[in-house]
């Protein structure tokens, strides 16, 4: 089995600079979706690009060949542009690259259908509400297939028919390069027509499918969406029945390469984007956003968005906390409301509770970091690190500026500018001596009445 999807068309329905199946729908391009469905029945594929060719071939994993449609002159033209990795000894699966929601279980019955038919071709048709844009099946007064009609030729009595060719077949190889020559392009659009090629053959099977939501092509922003939230249900079905407990699906997003563990609870409003791998026994969200993180078991995270950052078991985080790309926190460490941290190793046991920015750190365990601390790392060129050793203790609304080194089992007084090294168990002052002039908010007051 070889397999041939098309991607060349312009899209000019989605009103887009980039190409139609490069859009993202839950977290990869649309016509990774297809190859996802393509690689469970065959490992041999080729894309048919044109329209902007590069962007196309851009998020085409390896090993997928590709082939170039120079001139859009409709479907069979596109296979013809890929008529050398056709094969005439074995089947040869046709397919669009905007058809996202197409799963590789439905392709499996199509092919097994083909194949026990031993036909020609075998083409899969649905039942639509709403054909418009669809080429129609048209049968005879026994039901049996007489040819498809696309709507553009289509009669106003054959545009009422519901059932229609969804775009993707099965050939037999060597008929299909037998008959590809022989299309012509004697139609209102002069384009060549890849239905004409099943009409050209005499053991034709359509193949009428239930599933059909499978077969919905997006052409536009409204249709992508609807896809979106198909794609998106059977994301979180799939968890679900996994074992990972979802408050409200319906305010859930969760990208197709997340992997949560079981017991898991995701509440209402909570986006899990990218790679993230999320433990068992944990509890994210409401309202969090988390993105290429790995977050290991009995973690809580909540109000907050996490990015690029690996959380260990124990931890937790938020509510309105930041950590940004480099983080990492060791088993049991807490981070709170209102705590950005930014490519920093914070070891376990450490607390940063409130009100505070880590940047380029290195904090051992045992840490408590006080309200308002804030790691000066940014010199105006170059970013600097703190270090910070086990069992120190920094007072609230302290300015750490890099480099510096906090030693083992130190005490940085409030309100401190710390600029040189803390030796081990010392106390660190660094503010003015506080002085009171007595009376001086009346002497003031005089001064101005008088």
């Known amino acids: 089995m070889v397999s041939l999807l098309l991607a060349a068309g312009a899209s000019t329905r989605m009103k887009s600079k980039y190409p139609k199946v490069i859009h993202p729908l839950c977290g990869k ?29 851009e998020v085409l994993p390896d090993g997928v060949e590709v082939a170039y449609q120079l001139e859009q002159l409709g479907t069979a033209h596109a296979v013809m542009s890929a ?28 092919i097994q259908d083909h194949r026990s038919k031993d036909c020609d071709v075998t ?26 009609v696309e709507e553009f030729d289509a009669s106003e009595q054959e ?18 390069l037998e008959v590809l020559p022989k299309i012509k392009c004697d139609n209102k659009k002069k384009e060549y027509y890849l239905t004409d090629a099943v009409g050209l053959l005499e053991k034709v099977n359509v ?9 919905s092509g997006i052409n536009n922003r409204v249709q992508l969406a609807e896809a979106e939230k198909i794609q998106r249900m059977r994301i979180l079905r799939k968890l679900m029945l996994e074992g990972v407990t979802i408050i409200d699906p319906a305010t859930t997003y969760i990208d197709s390469d997340v992997k ?65 790309e480099g983080t990492v926190l060791h088993s049991k460490v807490k981070i709170g409301n209102f705590v950005e941290v930014k490519n920093s190793k914070i070891g376990s046991n450490t607390k940063a509770q409130h009100l505070t920015y880590l940047g380029d750190s290195e904090i051992g365990e045992n840490v408590n970091v006080g309200a308002g601390t804030i790691t000066c790392n940014f010199d105006g060129k170059k970013k600097n690190q703190t270090v910070i050793e086990n069992d120190v203790f920094i007072g609230s609304n302290t300015a750490l500026v890099a480099p510096v080194k906090i030693k083992k089992g130190a005490f940085v007084a409030a309100g401190s500018t710390i600029t040189e090294e803390v030796p081990e168990w010392s106390l660190a002052i660094a503010r003015a001596r506080q002085e009171n002039k007595l009376n001086w908010v009346l002497r003031k007051k005089e001064k101005e009445e008088g």
């Open 207 to 215: 193949h009428k499918e239930e599933e059909v939501e499978d077969f």
């Open 29 to 57: 391009p649309m016509i990774q979706w297809v190859l996802d469905a393509v690689s469970e029945v065959t490992n041999n594929v080729c894309v048919v690009v044109g329209h902007q060719a590069e962007r196309v071939k």
């Open 83 to 110: 008529r050398e990795f056709l094969d005439p000894s074995d089947d040869v699966l046709i397919l669009y690259g905007d058809m996202p929601l197409v799963r590789g279980e439905t392709l499996k019955r199509v």
């Open 260 to 324: 949560i563990g079981k017991d898991t609870v995701v509440h209402p409003m909570t986006f899990i984007e990218g790679k993230t791998i999320i433990g068992e026994d944990c509890i994210i969200g409401p309202m969090t956003r988390i993105v290429d993180c790995v977050i290991e078991d009995s973690v809580s995270i909540v109000r907050s968005e996490c990015v690029g950052a690996h959380i260990m078991s124990g931890v937790s985080v938020g509510p309105f906390s930041r950590l940004r």
């Open 123 to 148: 083409l899969v048709s649905i039942e639509s509400p709403d054909p418009t844009g669809y080429g129609r099946i048209i049968r005879d007064g026994q039901g049996r297939f007489v040819k498809i």
């Open 159 to 176: 545009r009422k028919i519901k059932e229609i060719n969804t775009g993707v077949y099965v050939f037999k190889g060597k008929k299909l």
